[in-house]
């Protein structure tokens, strides 16, 4: 099943739409520059929360808690 998009329209200075310009190859319009922006920083925030070890502890300190705890 297609389903067909609807554009809109967005306003941007003209220094930034030279800076998307810059960003695309040859061929990419707009929406294909913005597109692999959106896609980069989606990966980019995932693994920002993947590797985001303000709540973790060493794998040491895990064992050690865990004998601990278990009193093994």
């Known amino acids: 099943m297609l389903i067909a998009s609807m554009n809109t329209t967005i306003s941007i200075s003209q220094e930034m739409?030279?800076?998307l310009r810059t960003l695309g190859r040859a061929g990419d319009?707009?929406?294909?520059?913005?597109?692999k922006m959106y896609e980069i920083t989606?990966?980019?925030?995932?693994?920002?929360?993947?590797?985001?070890e303000t709540d973790s502890v060493s794998i040491e300190k895990a064992?050690?808690?865990a004998?601990?705890?278990w009193h093994e």
């Open 17 to 19: 739409k030279e800076k």
């Open 29 to 35: 319009s707009y929406d294909d520059v913005i597109r």
């Open 42 to 52: 989606k990966r980019h925030v995932m693994l920002g929360y993947l590797y985001d």
């Open 63 to 65: 064992i050690a808690d």
């Open 67 to 69: 004998k601990n705890r």
